[in-house]
């Protein structure tokens, strides 16, 4: 699993309730309901992990030169 992969995954556990984001060909497992607000919850956790990612990235970046 890379980086983003384990990020999002964290995501969904945390704001979700969702173990997995592996497929397991199953509806009860692959599909959930989900209220609104814990949706947007883990769209504003996303946005920021790129947000730092950019961050970390920029700095290596200028770490190098």
Do not use: P
């Not at 890379?2 to 173990?19: F, M, P, R, S, V």
């Amino acid at each position: 699993m890379n980086q983003i992969d384990t990020i999002l995954t964290l995501i969904a556990q945390k704001h979700l309730g969702i173990e997995t984001l592996e497929t397991r060909h199953s509806d009860s497992l692959d599909f959930h309901d989900t209220a609104v607000w814990c949706l947007r919850d883990a769209l504003k956790a996303a946005f920021n992990a790129g947000l730092e990612q950019g961050r970390n990235a920029k700095t290596s970046d200028k770490a190098n030169t």
